[in-house]
């Protein structure tokens, strides 16, 4: 019985899990039938929009501006030079480099022993030169005087002759008598011709003595000159430059001892492309004179300067291009000649043009709008003028339009976009802040002690913790580095 009821008990079991097994088989095979017979729908794809800032295209007109560099020279500047040589025996006090100078001032000179003894050498030339005139005057008078007597002579040798003839004539005379006194008249005539080649010569003799006497007061003049040349004076008010001579040195004639500079007569020469000269030119091809600012940055404390273009030089250069201008400063408070400055070109107006960020002008010229399925659209666009962040374009049918403010490569024609309006481009102003006493103090003093940091980047710094207020992220950096 025992054997029986094990048995019954494994058969009982064995048909349960047949019967488990079967149902699992049924409810696979109904499962995989169910998945074949079912038909798969594809979801509908959304297409991808991109937010893009645009910006609105404004046909205007706008002045370009030129930026260049240049440096200031000085309009009127004095090469003083030593007219003579010799020993420099005086010196103004303010003969030295930076010197202001005023015009008519005494700036040194040259020991004038040697000029002073050639005047005395011309002077005495000269009273010779006179003592011969009156010599010459006084023998032209005595000359003359000889050719009257030897004139009157002849006149009574000559009325002798006469007399004679007409006795003879008369049958009263002899011809012996005739032909003595003709030739007494010949030889009284000599003696004249001697006395006027006497009174020539002595008339040569006195143009000789005026042109000596001409002669002299030239050399004394001469004399004079440079004897006042051994003294410079300042020719107008201005500031010494390369001054290179001391009391007592001995100086070269025409040698270059300093440069007188006026600091208010300035001037700015800047090199510009030909394409950018050709827009400074007028219709008739004369140069226009655009207004120009000049700038000189002073590590925060920058010099500015308005001018005129006046000019350009004849030639290129040597191994240079494009085209050198020159523009006068009106006022040029503080700056000096050599400063190397930006310079700033106010071009011609012009008309029609839109401006636009210049990120958005692509390389192929052409820019993105947005029409009114708010999609891009690709056109071409002429570039007129780059004006920093900045480009004028012309194109048509821009006016008006949305144009993409910034091109980026995942952007082209016909993608869907949203646009987001942007008048301005959004600029990050630096968060300032003010700081107490002592945590400036503490910065100031970490600064100043840093030996790594460069000259010009400490003043930078220095000047920025004087103001009131402080740029937040500089103050943080510096803190993190001392531990603040």
Do not use: W
Not at 295 to 307: F, H, R
Not at 404 to 432: H, Y
């Amino acid at each position: 019985m025992r054997f029986l009821r094990q048995s019954l008990t494994g058969v009982l079991l064995m048909a349960i899990t047949l019967g488990l097994l079967a149902y699992a088989i049924h409810l696979i095979s109904t499962a995989v039938q169910e998945r074949l017979a079912y038909q798969s729908v594809a979801p509908a794809v959304r297409e991808r929009v991109f937010a893009v800032n645009v910006i609105r295209a404004v046909e205007t007109s706008e002045i370009p501006t030129l930026e260049t560099f240049g440096e200031i020279r000085s309009r009127r500047t004095l090469e003083l030079r030593a007219a003579v040589g010799g020993r420099i025996i005086s010196l103004a006090p303010e003969f030295a480099e930076g010197g202001v100078i005023k015009s008519g001032q005494f700036l040194f000179q040259v020991n004038p022993a040697d000029q002073l003894a050639e005047v005395d050498r011309e002077q005495n030339n000269l009273f010779e030169a006179q003592s011969e005139v009156r010599d010459a005057n006084r023998s032209l008078n005595l000359a003359e005087e000889d050719l009257l007597a030897a004139e009157a002579q002849v006149d009574v040798r000559e009325k002798a002759f006469r007399r004679q003839e007409d006795l003879q004539n008369r049958g009263v005379g002899s011809t012996a008598a005739v032909e003595n006194a003709q030739l007494a008249l010949t030889q009284a005539k000599q003696p004249v011709l001697s006395k006027k080649i006497a009174v020539a010569q002595t008339k040569a003799r006195i143009d000789k003595a005026a042109t000596q006497l001409n002669r002299a007061k030239l050399e004394l003049a001469e004399a004079k000159r440079k004897l006042s040349d051994t003294k410079v004076f300042a020719a107008f008010d201005g500031t010494l430059n390369n001054v290179n001579v001391i009391e007592g040195r001995l100086v070269l004639p025409n040698e270059k001892l300093a440069e007188l500079i006026d600091p208010y007569k300035l001037e700015v020469a800047f090199r510009v492309s030909t394409r950018q000269y050709v827009r400074l030119l007028d219709f008739d091809g004369s140069l226009i004179p655009s207004d120009v600012t000049v700038t000189l940055d002073g590590a925060g404390a920058e010099l500015t300067a308005i001018g005129t273009v006046n000019r350009d030089s004849v030639g290129v250069g040597a191994v240079q291009t494009g085209r050198l201008l020159y523009a006068t400063l009106d006022s040029s408070v503080g700056f000096k000649p050599g400063d190397f400055v930006t310079v700033k070109v106010r071009e011609p107006q012009v008309e029609n043009v839109v401006r636009l960020p210049a990120t958005a002008y692509g390389s192929d010229g052409t820019i993105l709008i947005v029409d009114e399925e708010n999609r891009l659209q690709s056109i071409p666009a002429n570039l007129v003028r780059r004006q920093g962040d900045s480009v004028l374009l012309r194109a048509p049918g821009l006016s008006e339009r949305n144009v993409v403010q910034a091109r980026t490569p995942l952007l082209g024609s016909g993608i869907l976009v949203r646009p987001l309006q942007a008048d301005t481009p959004n600029v990050m102003e630096p968060v300032m802040v003010s700081l107490e006493a002592e945590r400036r103090a503490r910065l100031v003093a970490f600064v100043e002690g840093n030996k790594y940091i460069p000259a010009e980047a400490k003043e930078r710094i220095l000047n920025q913790l004087a103001q009131d207020e402080v740029p937040a992220q500089m103050v943080e950096r510096l803190e993190s580095r001392i531990g603040g």
